[in-house]
C-alpha cells in the first residue's frame, strides 16, 4: 500500500529522518514510536503530503507521491488520506455535522450527499445525539469521534493519526484505540498512528520505531 524509500528531511542544520525505508500494508494498524524528536510527526506529516522530503521516495500502491504538483497533491490528499490529530481541529463556528460534511463540500459532493453520509458514520461512531452542538459543547471524546468521522467521510485508504489519544482521559483512549480497529475491520482502511500511548502501540498489528530519524528495531524482550 505505502512504500517508503531512503527517504530523508531536515530543516536547516538539522536532520530529522536519515534514510528512511518501510513498508505499510492494506487495511494495517501500524503505530510509529520512539522518544520526542524521533522524527515521529515528521515522518507523518511527509507521508500525508503535508511536507516534502528533501530526498526519497513515498508511493501510494503505484503513485509517487513526492513526484506530484502541489495542486495535484492537495487533490489527491482529500480523496485518499484522512487526518486525525491530538487536538481535534474542529472549527468551533460550525456544528459537529457541518465540520464532519467539510471534507465532503471541498471535494465537490453536494451537501445533501455529504450530510447523508456524515449521518452514517456519527451514528456508526455513536455520536448521532450531539450532532448539532458546537465543538465547544462536546466532551473532548466526543469531539475526537467527530474529528474520526470528519477523517472517513471521502473513504481515504489511509488514515494518519498524530497523538489521537494524547489528550484524552484514559477511559476514552482505550474506547478510541479499540474504535480505530473497529473501522479498520468495517471499512478496510490502513492506519498509521504516531504514539507515546504503550498500550496502543502494543494493540497494533505492528510498530515502526524511530530514534534519531532512523527506523531502529524494537529492544529485546
Request: proline content about 4%; hydrophobic content about 40%.
Amino acid at each position: 500500500m505505502i512504500t517508503i524509500d531512503h527517504l530523508n528531511k531536515s530543516y536547516g542544520t538539522l536532520q530529522v529522518l536519515r534514510d528512511v525505508s518501510l513498508a505499510i500494508g492494506d487495511a494495517e494498524v501500524v503505530s510509529i514510536v520512539g522518544a520526542s524528536g524521533a522524527g515521529k510527526t515528521t515522518l507523518l506529516q511527509l507521508i500525508g503530503t503535508l511536507d516534502r522530503p528533501d530526498s526519497g521516495s513515498i508511493r501510494y500502491d503505484d503513485t509517487d507521491i513526492t513526484r506530484m504538483g502541489s495542486k495535484a497533491l492537495a487533490a489527491f490528499r482529500n480523496r485518499h488520506i484522512g487526518f486525525v490529530f491530538q487536538f481535534h481541529n474542529l472549527l468551533p463556528e460550525f456544528t459537529a455535522i457541518e465540520n464532519v460534511c467539510l471534507p465532503a463540500l471541498i471535494g465537490g459532493r453536494s451537501r445533501s450527499e455529504a450530510e447523508a453520509e456524515a449521518r452514517q458514520l456519527i451514528e456508526f461512531l455513536g455520536v448521532a445525539g450531539r450532532a448539532d452542538h458546537k465543538p465547544a459543547q462536546l466532551s473532548g471524546g466526543e469531539q475526537q469521534r467527530f474529528a474520526v468521522a470528519r477523517a472517513l467521510i471521502n473513504h481515504p485508504s489511509v488514515v494518519l493519526a498524530d497523538e489521537p489519544s494524547g489528550n484524552l482521559d484514559t477511559q476514552h483512549a482505550e474506547e478510541l484505540h479499540r474504535l480505530f480497529f473497529r473501522l479498520r475491520d468495517q471499512y478496510g482502511q490502513t492506519f498509521v498512528i504516531v504514539t507515546h500511548n504503550t498500550a496502543l502501540a502494543r494493540m497494533s498489528d505492528r510498530e515502526i520505531r524511530l530514534c534519531d530519524g532512523r527506523v531502529v528495531p524494537p529492544p529485546a524482550a
